[in-house]
């Protein structure tokens, strides 16, 4: 006889049981203020999550703004109330860039409280990463600067250089 499992039960084990599901990681990272430049890094670290460790990444903000107006208060409140929601669907949340937004803080909180493990990303794991996928990556993704040289340089590579994240911001993962 088959024992019927709850869906409470079923999620568990999908949850705990790696070969079941590749683990959640929460990509957690600013969208407003430089939106653009924003939109095109939350793509690169869902990228970096999947690619270098096999995870699944889970990006609220790359999917709620296609259809919810950020500009709107109401609506950016319902698409962060979504992406919280996301949250406690995952098992990590990654931590991006050296600036923590309002919204961020508010992701972080949440795993806190729903004792979910918080990882900040070290700027020199993305450098290594970028540097490797030259080449490789969809148009557009990452948008590099000609040096004098003739180097080009990422905009991670370039806060890198100008040392904007000093040893000891980020722990390592």
Not at 44 to 60: E, H, I, K, N
């Amino acid at each position: 006889m088959t024992a019927i499992r709850s869906e409470a039960q079923v999620h568990e084990e999908e949850r705990t049981n790696p070969r079941i599901l590749p683990q959640r990681v929460y990509v957690c990272s600013p969208l407003r203020g430089r939106y653009e430049e924003n939109v095109r890094l939350a793509k690169l670290y869902s990228r970096f999550v999947a690619l270098t460790y096999g995870l699944c990444p889970v990006t609220p903000h790359l999917l709620y703004p296609r259809f919810l107006d950020d500009t709107s208060p109401r609506e950016r409140e319902m698409g962060l109330a979504f992406g919280r929601s996301l949250l406690r669907c995952c098992d990590e949340v990654w931590v991006f860039g050296q600036r923590i937004s309002e919204g961020m803080a508010q992701e972080i909180a949440e795993a806190g409280r729903l004792g979910i493990r918080v990882r900040h990303v070290p700027l020199a794991d993305l450098c290594e990463f970028v540097r490797g996928e030259r080449g490789r990556t969809p148009p557009g993704l990452y948008d590099g600067e000609k040096e004098e040289n003739g180097k080009e340089e990422t905009a991670y590579e370039e806060k890198a250089n100008d040392r904007l994240l000093r040893p000891g911001m980020a722990p390592a993962l």
